[in-house]
């Protein structure tokens, strides 16, 4: 046996379900809204409470099943199991959780996803010769590097 052997022990990378994970609804009434975990029921479902500033994005206290919902990398730090709606909205509000949920690349992505999912068909059109245009440019900047590339050897 290895005597003072050096092992190195490192903490997983998952998200793990824990009290003060910030979660995002993915079925049901409050689908694409943000809550904390409170508490931890069992294997299967968690306590969790949603104190948004914002309209139409709070999520009252309530059982939620895990498979409803995703795990974000947010955490409230330190929070108090079974800490009550307004111990839940101090620490929200300190942690600043919506505007780090705001500036992350998916709430970006999930927004800009709705956002191209509610175009018209004539809002596509002009996106689609807003490419078309773009692409052009690109195109003639590349021929004329290589036109200028080409008469200088």
Do not use: C
Request: hydrophobic share 40%.
């Amino acid at each position: 046996m290895a005597e003072n052997a050096d092992i190195e022990i490192k903490a997983s990378q998952w998200r793990l379900v824990e009290v003060g994970r910030v979660v995002l609804f993915t079925h049901g009434q409050y689908t694409g809204r943000l809550a904390a975990i409170v508490e931890i029921i069992d294997h299967k479902r968690a306590l969790v409470d949603g104190p948004s500033k914002k309209e139409n994005a709070a999520v009252p206290r309530q059982s939620v099943a895990l498979n409803n919902l995703i795990i974000t990398p947010i955490v409230i730090e330190k929070l108090p199991r079974a800490a009550g709606r307004g111990a839940v909205a101090r620490a929200w509000e300190k942690r600043e959780v919506e505007k780090k949920w705001d500036e992350s690349a998916w709430a970006k992505r999930r927004e800009q996803r709705e956002k191209r999912r509610n175009l018209s068909d004539f809002d596509r059109f002009k996106v689609l010769r807003l490419k078309k245009q773009a692409r052009f440019e690109v195109r003639k900047a590349h021929a004329n590097v290589r036109a200028s590339a080409k008469s200088s050897s």
